[in-house]
Every structure is written in C-alpha cells, then in structure tokens.
C-alpha cells in the first residue's frame, strides 16, 4: 500500500513536470493532489508504521529518524505550497525542491527500510499492519501541520484532530466551489456558451463534494432544459395547428365573404327594386292624394261661398226688418209721447182754472 502510494505521488511529479509554463490551473490542480497525498500518506506512516517498526524491526532508527526530519522539510514546503498561487515566481522552484527531496526520501524507504520490515514481520503482522493503515487513512489531515508533533502519543491526539478539521474544511470548500461551478453552469447555460471544464481545487474530498454539487445541480439544470424544450416542442405545435386552423378558418372566412357578396348583391338588387316599387307607389299615392285634395278644396270653396251669401243675404233681410220694427217702434212711441203730453196739459190746464175759480169764490 505505501509503495501504491509512491507511485501515486510519482505520477503526479511526471503531471507536473510535463505541463506547461503558463498551465497554471494545471498545475494548481496537480499541487493540490500531490499536498493531500504527501499529507495523508505523511500521517499514516508517522502515527502508525515508523513507531512500529522502531519497536519491532532492529537497526531501522536512525533510518526513521531520518524519515521524520525528512517528512517535516516536506511538509513545510507543502504548506507554503498549499496557500500560494501558481502564479508566484517561486512556486515552480519550490515544487521542484519538494519533488527531489521526495524522491530522494521514497528511493530510501524502498530501498533501505522496507526490505528490512519485509524480513522481520511476517506475513500475519504486514497484512494487520497495512489494515491499520488503512483504516488511519480515513481520519488522516488532509493538509500538511508541520508544527504538530509527528511521534506517538501526540500526533495520535492532534493528528486525529486535525483529520477531522481538514476534512469539515475539504467538505465546506467543496460545497463552495460547487456553489460557484453551479452558478457559472447556469451563467453558461443562459448566455448559450458552451461550459467549459471547470476543474475543482483542494483534497480529494472538497473535488468530490464540489464535483457531487456541481453534477447534481446539472442534472436538475437539464431536467429544467428538457422540461422547457418540450415545453417549446408542445408550442411549436400548437403554433402549426393554430396556423392551420387559422388557414381552414380564413378560407371558410373567404367563402363566407363571396357567398355573403353574392347573397348582398341578391340583397340589394331585390331591395333597388323594392325601393323603385315602392317610389313609383308613392308618386301615385301622391298624384291620388292631391288630386283629392284639389278636389276637397273646391268643393269646400263652394260650400263657403254658398254659405257666406246665403248668411249675407238673411243677414240682408234681418236688418230690413229690425230697421222696419224700429221705425214702427219710434212712430207709436212718439204718438203715445205726444198722447201723454196732451193729456198732462189738459189736466194740468183744468187744475189752474179749478184753483183759481176756488180762490175767486174765497174772496
């Protein structure tokens, strides 16, 4: 298992070694494996196989002295690795010395200090060793601690620790970089681009979840795409099936038209022909009534003429004789006047003469 991991780390080397100058997200993705390995693979052996095999194999503890002088010198160029840009004009160098020392430091162990265990432990012990190992493997840091101690009983505590805050950071910048991919996805999607390869950075745990976010965040964006495509199919057809039932509807709207000009011609022939009917009607009822009219007219001219001489001449008559009785009136009137007025002086004569014959006889 730690030779798998040497080789592992080798790979990554070679990846490095052959990119480009300017690859620098290349070769910040490669950095970025090759910290979480050497960290993982750096705390395992120092928890686990170097206490081992200082307390069962003889003449191995310089060897691992060695190995952990070794290790702290990797691990502070990891962590100057881990937080600096690939852009730096140190970054190159600093990989460089960090692959040499490594080299150097795996050609040891696999040289030296493996055969010896090999020969010491049998098989029994190797395969329990290398489940430990395995089994630390899931706890280990994920990034390099070079001030925590790196022997027994500290680094079992710390290391521990550390594990478990790697790995809640790892999981929190995963969730972050997904966020971000998932938001520049959807950026892509509506300006039509196509979406480039966004690589993930960090351990292999914040990669996975970035990569868990970003794909399940992609599988709901093309479900929405699908839905709206065949939303848009469903459109499209209604459109076509509109258009045709709108050229079905505007061709029977066209016979309507013709059968509807035809029938207003029918229409309004019959009603020119109605309407000569009806003038020609109207100048003879017309011609009818003024003619009886004139007709009326004399008539009633004569009847007032015949009525008006024949009131003038009663009219005529009564006058005469209202004239005549007046003047009979006047005549007897005048006669009995003349009559009374006699008498009156008669008497009034007679009663004189009877009061002065009586005075005469007084005296």
């Known amino acids: 298992m730690l030779k798998d991991d040497h080789k592992k780390v080798e790979q990554l080397f070679k990846r490095f070694e052959s990119a480009g100058e300017r690859a620098h997200v290349e070769k910040r993705n490669v950095v970025d494996r090759i910290v979480e390995e050497l960290s993982v693979h750096a705390a395992i052996e120092e928890q686990l196989f ?21 290790h702290n010198i990797v691990k502070w160029v990891l962590s100057d690795l881990d937080s600096m840009s690939p852009e730096d004009e140190r970054f190159d160098a600093k ?24 020969d010491e432990l049998g098989r029994s012990a190797l395969g329990d060793l290398g489940d430990a190992l395995a089994e630390a493997k899931k706890t280990a840091p994920t990034h390099p601690h070079p001030r925590s101690p790196d022997t027994p009983p500290g680094n079992l505590v710390v290391g521990a620790a550390a594990g478990v805050a790697d790995r ?46 970003r794909s399940g965040a992609t599988d709901a964006t093309e479900a929405a795409i699908e839905a709206a495509r065949n939303a848009q199919r469903t459109g499209e057809r209604a459109v076509r099936k509109a258009r045709a039932t709108g050229s079905s509807a505007q061709t029977g709207a066209k016979r309507t038209a013709r059968a509807a000009k035809q029938g207003g011609s029918r229409t309004a022939r019959a009603v020119r022909s109605g309407a000569k009917g009806t003038a020609t009607s109207a100048r003879r009822s017309a011609k009818r009534t003024t003619t009886t009219a004139k007709r009326a007219a004399t008539t009633t001219r004569r ?51 009877n009061t002065a014959s009586t005075a005469t006889s007084s005296r």
């Open 50 to 70: 170097y206490p081992v095999v200082r307390a069962t194999v003889p003449g191995t503890e310089d060897i691992t002295l060695e190995s952990l002088e070794e």
């Open 95 to 118: 990989v460089t010395v960090l692959i040499e020392n490594v080299r150097h430091h795996v050609d040891e162990e696999e040289s030296e200090l493996f055969p010896k265990v090999r």
């Open 168 to 213: 809640i950071g790892d999981t929190v910048s995963g969730l972050a970089q997904g966020g971000v991919s998932v938001l520049a996805d959807l950026i892509d999607t509506v300006l039509r681009r196509k979406r480039p390869r966004r690589m993930p950075q960090g351990s292999q745990v914040a990669r996975s979840t970035a990569e868990r976010v």
């Open 303 to 353: 009847t007032a003429t015949s009525a008006a001489k024949g009131t003038a001449t009663s009219a005529r008559r009564s006058g005469k004789r209202t004239t005549t009785t007046a003047k009979r009136a006047a005549t007897t009137t005048r006669r009995t006047a003349r009559g009374a007025a006699k008498g009156t002086a008669s008497t009034a004569k007679r009663s004189v003469r």
